[in-house]
């Protein structure tokens, strides 16, 4: 059974950071994509970040390139998202997620993820 646990949510102010984990278990996490999304109240939930089973390849949503940075350890089956500059309008709740498929990138929609963490809220203050 796969188990997705996010950490490192909380309140931060305008232009602060925030660095969020995922710790993955029950699947060979080197094998797959891991990926970040989010969702605010009321609105759809959308693919932030994603990073490929080898490291090799990421990926960002327009709105936050320069400033969001995903990592992973795959000694540790961890993977991160340091988020830099944020904004008021990012405040949401945070989602870890692997792909499905093995060995696939580039497939950022939300429906080619199979199993999702809990969620970790993040609350920017302006």
């Known amino acids: 059974q796969v188990q997705l646990v996010e950490s490192g949510g909380g309140l931060v102010q305008a232009g602060g950071s925030l660095r969020l984990s995922c710790a993955a278990s029950g699947r060979t996490f080197s094998y797959y994509t891991m990926g970040w999304f989010r969702q605010a109240p009321g609105k759809d939930r959308e693919f932030v970040a994603a990073?490929?089973?080898?490291?090799?390849?990421?990926d960002y949503a327009d709105s936050v390139k320069g400033r969001f940075t995903i990592s992973r350890d795959n000694a540790k089956s961890t993977v991160y998202l340091q988020m830099n500059s944020l904004k008021p309008e990012e405040t949401a709740v945070y989602y870890c997620?692997?792909?499905?498929?093995?060995?696939?990138?580039?497939?950022?929609?939300?429906?080619?993820?199979?199993?999702w963490g809990q969620g970790t809220q993040v609350t920017v203050s302006s």
């Open positions: 990073i490929s089973w080898n490291n090799r390849n990421t």
């Open positions: 997620a692997t792909v499905r498929l093995a060995f696939t990138f580039g497939v950022n929609a939300a429906s080619n993820y199979d199993y």
